[in-house]
């Protein structure tokens, strides 16, 4: 139960991150994923992070080690391959 948990728990981490990733680049006048049409080739020089970028990273930086951590030792449930 307690593993299932951690698996869960993880999953729900790395999928936060990803989201708030989508949300973690702006320019000055807005988010891009909001703004579409105002960031164009010439707006590039404009993208800079926004506060979400430590919600993304947090989440991902916990979620991804978590997941990896404990796909390290699933294979001993198979009996080996």
């Known amino acids: ?4 948990l951690l ?3 993880g999953g729900v981490l790395v999928a936060t991150g990803m ?3 989508l949300f973690s ?10 703004h579409p049409a105002s960031v164009g080739w010439d ?3 404009d993208i800079e992070t926004t506060p979400s970028i430590a919600i ?7 979620g991804i080690p ?3 951590g404990l796909n390290a030792t699933a ?3 198979t009996g080996g391959y």
């Open 1 to 4: 139960m307690g593993r299932t």
């Open 7 to 9: 698996w869960i728990t």
């Open 43 to 45: 707006a590039v020089g």
């Open 19 to 21: 989201i708030a990733l």
């Open 66 to 68: 978590l997941l990896v």
């Open 56 to 62: 993304a990273l947090l989440g991902l930086g916990l």
């Open 75 to 77: 294979w001993k449930a």
């Open 25 to 34: 680049f702006g320019t000055p006048w807005g988010d891009i994923a909001e």
